[in-house]
T-cell receptor
Framework: KAGVTQTPRYLIKTRGQQVTLSCSPISGHRSVSWYQQTPGQGLQFLFE???????NKGNFPGRFSGRQFSNSRSEMNVSTLELGDSALYLCASSLISVNTGELFFGEGSRLTVL | AQKVTQAQTEISVVEKEDVTLDCVYE???????LFWYKQPPSGELVFLIR??????QNEISGRYSWNFQKSTSSFNFTITASQVVDSAVYFC?????????????FGKGITLSVRP
C-alpha cells in the first residue's frame, strides 16, 4: 500500500513569508503527527492530529499551526518565517496514536529560509 | 518532563563487529513507551521496536536485540555482526500514556558508520 506522502519535498522561502506543507497518511491511518528535524535541536515533536482534532502539541511558538481534514490528510503552516525555521519537516501516520504502535514516516519536506 | 539521552553521538565499527547503542530516559509516568527508529541516508525514519514499561523482557530480532532495564532507566540496542547497510542514524524515543505526555520525545540520535 502507498506510504506517507509529503509535498512539497523541497522549498525555499524568505524571512517573513509563510509556508504550508501537506501530508497524506497511509490509508486507514487516523493519527498524523509532525516533527521538525534540525542539526542543532534534533527531532522535535510539533503536534499530533486525530479525527480532525489536535491531540497534542510540542513546545513551538504559535507561528506553527496545523490542521487535519476529514480524509485524515494534514497540513502544517508556518507563518512569519524566521531563518531558524530552516529544517526538515517530517510527517508520520499511525492507526491510532504516536505511542500505540509503529509510526510510518514520510520522506519529509526540506524548508530553507533565506 | 520527559527526557531521552543518547550520550554517544557517533560510532564507527568495522563490518562484523558487534555494537551497542545506549539510551537513557527520564519520566515520571509509571506507564510509558520506548521506541527505536532508524534513519538511513535516504532520510526516511523506519520503526524498529516499541516496548511498554511493564514488559522488561529482552527482545531479539535477527541481528538486533534490545535490553530494557527499568532499574537503570535504560533501553539499549545491540547490533550483532554489523553490516554496511546498518549505517544510519539511530533514535531512541519515549512517550507517556495519554494527554500531554503522549507526545514523542526523541534523543539526539547516534550516527553509526559500519566500514567494510
Amino acid at each position: 500500500k502507498a506510504g506517507v506522502t509529503q509535498t512539497p519535498r523541497y522549498l525555499i522561502k524568505t524571512r517573513g513569508q509563510q509556508v504550508t506543507l501537506s501530508c497524506s497518511p497511509i490509508s486507514g491511518h487516523r493519527s498524523v503527527s509532525w516533527y521538525q528535524q534540525t542539526p542543532g535541536q534534533g527531532l522535535q515533536f510539533l503536534f499530533e492530529y486525530f479525527s480532525e482534532t489536535q491531540r497534542n502539541k510540542g513546545n513551538f511558538p504559535g507561528r506553527f499551526s496545523g490542521r487535519q481534514f476529514s480524509n485524515s490528510r494534514s497540513e502544517m503552516n508556518v507563518s512569519t518565517l524566521e531563518l531558524g525555521d530552516s529544517a526538515l519537516y517530517l510527517c508520520a501516520s499511525s492507526l491510532i496514536s504516536v505511542n500505540t504502535g509503529e509510526l510510518f514516516f514520510g520522506e519529509g519536506s526540506r524548508l530553507t529560509v533565506l | 518532563a520527559q527526557k531521552v539521552t543518547q550520550a554517544q553521538t557517533e560510532i564507527s565499527v568495522v563490518e562484523k563487529e558487534d555494537v551497542t547503542l545506549d539510551c537513557v530516559y527520564e519520566t515520571r509516568d509509571t506507564t510509558y513507551y520506548l521506541f527505536w527508529y532508524k534513519q538511513p541516508p535516504s532520510g526516511e525514519l523506519v520503526f524498529l521496536i516499541r516496548r511498554n514499561s511493564f514488559d522488561e523482557q529482552n527482545e531479539i530480532s535477527g541481528r538486533y536485540s534490545w535490553n530494557f532495564q527499568k532499574s537503570t532507566s535504560s533501553f539499549n540496542f545491540t547490533i550483532t555482526a554489523s553490516q554496511v547497510v546498518d549505517s544510519a542514524v539511530y533514535f531512541c524515543a519515549l512517550s507517556g500514556p495519554t494527554g500531554a505526555n503522549s507526545k514523542l520525545t526523541f534523543g539526539k540520535g547516534i550516527t553509526l558508520s559500519v566500514r567494510p
